[in-house]
């Protein structure tokens, strides 16, 4: 099969979700090409874009694209779709809310030109965070349902996600399916510590959907109960990376809370002893995944499909607030080897949690929708 991705913005979630697709589909004899946004992501994108560049044979395509809707949709949205038609896929699979609405519409044009082109469509959260009571959340999820009829298959990442669309959106009119990210193999060796780690973490994007503000004031509370200082490693990029940096400030903690830039996961997880996830919304964050599969003791917020991967009440989800976090980390800066005896086992996400079942399933899905439109 010749599978086009599109998505917005290379970073995150999503461009992991894409890059262990592609490298399953090309190992699987697909020829794989990326269409997504060239005005986000910095250096550390840049060199995952290197590593993939050559092995996908539809090649590597970055074209600017808006995060928000405006005049400039258009000759993005022309743009893409001269990209996209060029590369005359048989699937088209957008991930996002942008890079859903893309794929589906351009795949849409493409068959009124007399191409076998099937559409379909991962949320990865997306517009489903929107609150469905404000006027934003229902023209969204009226694109949605309009969107819907130029779909072939909905393709979801936890159970959350599909839960979420059915209540916001509807039921789907269209076959769907619930895909769990994936892990490799490799990313379940333990991860050592460097000698002088913080004692958190927070790894994410600097935005206040992932709540690195609340981890930061969850942390000032910690530390005036712990009657010490304490240390902290924020390692992630974005545009309100500055707030954040200006907040660390004003709450006093000078160096004790150091920013680095975008890092490979496993090489970050070294830098601090317990990892907070402090998000307000989520999909099936892959960073849950990965620092749990590397032996890493972790708190974080109940929200999207993050409680699908721990143990039922498990008190290392706690609600998206400063005083819950607080608590949590608190408990888990006093007691480290209990705390850490709350978190999943290595066996447990192997079981669930496998990058080829998750590759396996997606291709299956292709197929299923190539074979109705037959």
């Not at 258009?74 to 859903?100: M, N, Q, S, Y």
């Not at 819907?148 to 959350?160: A, E, I, K, M």
């Not at 924020?234 to 809370?257: H, N």
């Amino acid at each position: 099969m010749r599978i086009v991705h599109c998505f917005r913005s290379p970073v995150g979630g999503i461009f992991r979700h894409v890059r262990d697709l592609t490298e399953a589909q090309v190992a699987a004899g697909h020829k794989v090409g990326i269409v997504c946004d060239s005005t986000t992501g910095g250096e550390f994108e840049e060199r995952l874009f290197s590593a993939l560049s050559d092995r996908l044979e539809l090649g590597v395509h970055r074209t600017p694209m808006q995060r928000h809707v405006g005049p400039g949709d258009l000759a993005a949205a022309w743009r893409t779709f001269r990209l996209i038609k060029e590369l005359r896929p048989d699937i088209v699979h957008g991930h996002g809310a942008k890079g859903g609405v893309y794929a589906r519409l351009f795949g849409t044009l493409l068959r009124v030109f007399r191409s076998r082109v099937a559409r379909l469509y991962s949320p990865h959260g997306g517009s489903l965070h929107y609150d469905e009571n404000t006027t934003t959340g229902k023209v969204f999820f009226g694109l949605e349902r309009l969107m819907g009829r130029f779909t072939d298959h909905l393709l979801f990442v936890s159970d959350y996600e599909r839960r979420t669309y059915r209540q916001k959106v509807g039921e789907p009119p269209i076959p769907n399916s619930l895909v769990y990210n994936g892990l490799r193999a490799g990313e379940f060796e333990p991860v050592a510590l460097e000698a002088d780690a913080a004692d958190f973490l927070y790894i994410g994007m600097m935005r206040d959907l992932k709540g690195p503000d609340l981890f930061l004031d969850a942390l000032a509370r910690v530390e005036a109960a712990a009657g010490r200082p304490l240390r902290a490693v924020m390692v992630g990029d974005g545009d309100d990376l500055s707030s954040y940096k200006q907040q660390a400030i004003r709450l006093g903690f000078g160096e004790r809370v150091r920013f680095v830039p975008p890092t490979a996961a496993r090489q970050a997880f070294a830098f601090g002893r317990v990892i907070v996830i402090p998000s307000r919304a989520e999909a099936m964050p892959y960073i849950v995944l990965e620092a749990l599969a590397a032996g890493k003791t972790m708190v974080a917020t109940g929200v999207g499909g993050i409680p699908e991967i721990f143990p039922a009440g498990s008190p290392a989800l706690v609600q998206p607030d400063v005083g819950s976090l607080a608590q949590a980390m608190g408990r888990a800066l006093s007691d480290p080897d209990g705390f850490a005896r709350l978190m999943p086992t290595a066996s447990d996400l192997k079981a669930r949690f496998s990058a080829e079942v998750m590759a396996a399933e997606i291709v299956a899905a292709y197929e299923h929708a190539l074979a109705r439109m037959r």
